[in-house]
């Protein structure tokens, strides 16, 4: 039987998936949007089903067409921040409308070339709605662009802490957080009975951790009143161009590109739980297809290559899913981790940063690999585990 797979996405975890794919003998393409959609259908823990198919609805911008493209298996690598950008609500008579200045959305600057990103901010007061990953590299741009002449404002709604150095108080940040022996401090999803009694003794020692980081962070960067913008202020911000650093709807991305609507429902899953992805990869009932670049987790170029991985051996069939019942138990206890260490309600998210080596872990474990991978049990336990610790694993 020929085994089509087809890859949605050219970003870093489509390119990744795709050169995987090929290695296993596998006939993969690519489809993108930019320049640089589907009908579909039940399993048997298997990649390859004897009478599914996906058929995929390809939009040909440049010809104007569409084309129908048929494969036994999809990878998914849409990405999570880009395409749906979350822009807010705006009350009447308060919005963009009525603004003499210019809005746009990080998506849209983003998307700008050097020159024309450079040439829109310069000399202009700039004021950055968010203060996440988008919102910092543009305020390094408008720092770069303007100096101090004409310094931007970032305004936030719930506080980030961004650490502003690998080595708080001369300590390697990696000691702290990226070793085995501080996530057994963390209960990780699916453990067991010692693991459980482990972390439970532990987390003073976790508490601890954190305090010393953060008092780091609060010596380094002091917060004053005078540095925050106030509920209530009576004159408004004079600003000439207003950045919109407020996400994307990645949820509603991933759901919107199936034509099916059991399959949007079920790929959506319940707002009060995190997105039902098996592995972070798999949806227990929609066979035949993988999603890769949704979750984070500290390094996500590394974390979408080992995920390619996996896929790879699970595309050539080295190993097989558990029942629907066993992947929909694991996503529960994942669902279960994400609710007690995220915070703020964000468990949607799905940055599994605190549990990266115990994902890690299941992941050699599923395709036959030691997952054990420094020499020592010292090293092995309080040395951070990095991305050179996993080079030569296959295919």
């Not at 990649?47 to 104007?64: R, Y």
């Not at 532990?202 to 009143?225: D, G, N």
């Not at 694991?330 to 915070?343: E, L, N, P, Q, T």
Request: charged content about 25%; some cysteine.
């Amino acid at each position: 039987m020929e085994k089509r797979v087809a890859i949605v996405g050219a970003g870093i975890s489509g390119l990744l998936a795709c050169k995987y794919a090929a290695s296993k003998g596998l006939n993969p393409v690519v489809f993108e949007a930019q320049d640089q959609f589907w009908e579909l259908w039940g399993g048997a823990g298997k990649a390859f089903g004897s009478k599914g198919k996906w058929h995929l609805k390809v939009i040909d911008t440049k010809q104007d067409s569409i084309k129908e493209y048929v494969a036994e298996f999809v990878v998914l690598c849409i990405g999570r921040f880009s395409g749906l950008p979350d822009i807010p609500e705006f009350p009447s008579g308060c919005g963009p409308d009525v603004f003499s200045g210019k809005v746009l959305h990080s998506m849209d600057f983003a998307a700008m070339d050097n020159a024309s990103a450079a040439e829109l901010i310069k000399g202009k007061k700039v004021a950055i709605i968010g203060s996440a990953k988008s919102a910092v590299d543009i305020a390094f741009e408008c720092s770069n662009a303007n100096g101090n002449d004409n310094p931007c404002m970032v305004i936030q709604r719930t506080v980030h802490w961004m650490l502003p150095d690998p080595q708080p108080w001369g300590v390697s940040f990696g000691f702290l957080c990226f070793s085995r022996f501080s996530e057994l401090c963390l209960h990780k999803p699916g453990e067991g009975l010692f693991s459980s009694v482990v972390a439970t003794m532990l987390s003073p020692l976790r508490w601890a951790m954190s305090k010393f980081v953060e008092s780091y962070v609060r010596w380094k960067l002091p917060l004053k009143k005078e540095g925050l913008i106030l509920d209530g202020e009576e004159s408004p911000l004079k600003a000439d161009i207003v950045i919109l650093a407020t996400g994307y709807k990645g949820d509603e991305k991933l759901k919107n590109i199936f034509a099916s609507t059991t399959f949007q429902n079920w790929i959506e899953g319940s707002p009060t739980s995190i997105i039902p992805l098996y592995r972070q990869m798999i949806h227990p009932r929609i066979p035949q297809l993988a999603v890769i670049g949704y979750s984070e987790s500290l390094s996500n170029l590394f974390i979408f290559e080992m995920r390619s991985k996996w896929l790879a051996f699970f595309l050539d069939e080295a190993f097989q899913l558990p029942s629907i019942k066993e992947m929909e138990r694991d996503i529960k206890s994942w669902d279960k981790y994400m609710k007690k260490y995220a915070g703020n309600g964000k468990f949607r998210r799905s940055c599994i940063g605190g549990a990266h080596i115990w994902y890690i872990d299941q992941l050699c474990k599923d395709i036959g690999i030691n997952p054990r991978r420094k020499k020592g049990v010292l090293s092995e336990f309080f040395e951070p585990y990095g991305i050179e610790d996993y080079l030569g694993l296959g295919p």
